[in-house]
């Protein structure tokens, strides 16, 4: 069974500045995705970024790019110039990959989460 | 809105009563899920769905039941419930290729007293 961990339940950041979340995952699978979704106050549940585990390069989305590394299995999440409306829970997540197949390879297995508050 | 979408936003329910939750998606997506989030534990699968045939129930408590009549719309029916049920409870979506991860509705805020 694979796990999530996020060791940071609460981080603070000043408007404009960079800030690090961390995630590490326990596998044994060699091919799976790994995410990062954000949860505001609203609670909708948002992508934010995807890294596929067979790619070396670190996966970036505007102001949010990863820090995969496979080997030490840790997918940490880089914010720049961090927004107020960056205030919301990040949750890591990890899914095996491969088709739907009437298994269990579609699960996503998420995190604790960290509680970021961008403030002013 | 994502795409996702789940009524009510919010609901309070004794302990006797019964109720249901609905999600809905319009996405073409193939696959629907139930979540329960709980305050500071992980999101906990609870049930999955694939062309409305359950796959998978994660051992949840018979007080919850599915049910999917359609690849569009999915029910969670509640019944005497417990007060350590009171959580949010997500639904989400996936198309055929997983690997896009899931798409979530907005959740619906559920309190038994």
């Known amino acids: 069974a694979q796990t999530v961990t996020q060791s940071q339940p609460e981080m603070s950041v000043q408007e404009a500045e960079t800030v690090t979340l961390s995630c590490t995952y326990d596998?044994?699978?060699?091919?799976?995705?790994l995410f990062w979704y954000k949860q505001p106050p609203s609670r909708q549940m948002i992508l934010v970024i995807r890294?596929?585990?067979?790619?070396?390069q670190n996966a970036t989305e505007n102001r949010f790019s990863v820090n995969f590394q496979k080997a030490a299995k840790s997918f940490s999440l880089k914010i720049s110039d961090s927004q107020l409306g960056d205030t919301a829970m990040y949750f890591c997540a990890f899914m095996k990959h491969g088709w739907y197949s009437g298994g269990s390879n579609y699960k996503l297995t998420f995190g604790k989460g960290t509680l970021l508050t961008v403030n002013p | 809105e994502t795409g996702v979408t789940q009524t009510p936003r919010h609901l309070v329910m004794g302990m006797t009563n019964k109720k249901s939750l609905k999600c809905e998606q319009h996405?073409?997506?193939?696959?629907m899920y139930w979540y329960k989030q709980s305050a500071k534990k992980p999101l906990e699968l609870m049930f999955v769905?694939?062309?409305?045939?359950?796959?998978e129930n994660n051992s949840v408590p018979s007080r919850f039941s599915p049910e999917c009549p359609n690849s569009s719309h999915l029910f969670l029916h509640l019944h005497t419930l417990q007060p350590e049920d009171s959580a949010l409870y997500l639904c989400?979506?996936?198309?055929?290729?997983?690997?896009?991860?899931?798409?979530f509705g907005s959740g619906t805020r559920l309190t038994v007293v």
């Open positions: 596998t044994s699978e060699n091919n799976y995705y």
């Open positions: 769905y694939s062309l409305e045939e359950r796959v």
């Open positions: 996405l073409g997506h193939n696959a």
């Open positions: 989400a979506s996936t198309p055929r290729e997983m690997s896009y991860g899931y798409t």
């Open positions: 890294q596929e585990a067979y790619k070396q």
